[in-house]
């Protein structure tokens, strides 16, 4: 279905099912997830769109919910845009993930992909904040095990091969910030789909590439 109160119980069942990577209790992951777009019916939101998420945070301190569930839902939203703040509670840090893998899931399902630089639905905002949360907490995780969670199904032929591609070619343009395009390269020519696992590799590469040995070390693996 299409509705938001759709959309909460997703986020509700898949932040419950995330917990246990981000090391969040799944029952307070489960009531983030849930109660995470409940302050979007308020007129409150609606006239300040800006306060989603922290409307949501006081309803539920009203109503005598439990600290890390009133600041898992003001936290979900982050990050907003590139360098914000990232979420601190491990709930928040669940219902996050589970929020933007429900919007990428969801719109490839149905084919919604963004073309050129047009993104109306946020998709690369979306995927951006799902990585850096992903390396940002050291979740261990291959990034097909996350589309595999959603409540969608992948559109017919492929799988999620063209969701999967899209989100490793934002964490290419990610680790090519801070390292060299021929060692961001060479690492994801690997085929790992970790993006914790792939930083990594590519902080070991960079420390190697330094090293007065690696010249010689190239040369042999080239001639092998």
């Given at each position: 279905g299409g509705t938001m109160a759709d959309k909460a119980q997703r986020l509700g069942t898949l932040a419950q099912a995330l917990a246990g990577l981000v090391g969040a209790d799944a029952q307070t992951a489960h009531t983030v997830g849930t109660l995470s777009k409940a302050d979007l019916s308020t007129q409150m939101v609606g006239e300040f769109p800006k306060l989603q998420g922290h409307v949501g945070r006081l309803l539920a301190q009203l109503q005598g919910q439990d600290s890390e569930v009133c600041l898992g839902i003001e936290e979900h939203y982050l990050p907003r845009y590139a360098g914000d703040t990232l979420p601190t509670t491990a709930s928040g840090?669940?219902?996050?993930?589970?929020?933007?893998?429900?919007?990428?899931?969801?719109?490839?399902?149905?084919?919604?992909?963004?073309?050129?630089?047009?993104?109306?639905l946020g998709l690369r905002r979306a995927a951006n904040g799902l990585l850096v949360i992903l390396r940002d907490a050291k979740v261990t995780t291959?990034?097909?095990?996350?589309?595999?969670r959603s409540s969608f199904d992948p559109p017919n032929g492929n799988g999620w091969a063209d969701l999967q591609s899209f989100v490793m070619a934002r964490l290419r343009a990610q680790l090519q910030e801070q390292f060299d395009t021929e060692l961001v390269d060479a690492v994801l020519a690997t085929g790992d789909t970790n993006p914790v696992a792939l930083e990594a590799r590519a902080e070991a590469m960079n420390t190697l590439s330094s090293s007065a040995d690696f010249g010689p070390i190239k040369t042999t693996f080239k001639r092998v």
């Open positions: 840090r669940a219902a996050a993930l589970a929020d933007r893998i429900d919007t990428l899931t969801g719109c490839f399902s149905l084919g919604l992909k963004p073309k050129g630089s047009a993104d109306p291959d990034l097909d095990a996350l589309w595999e």
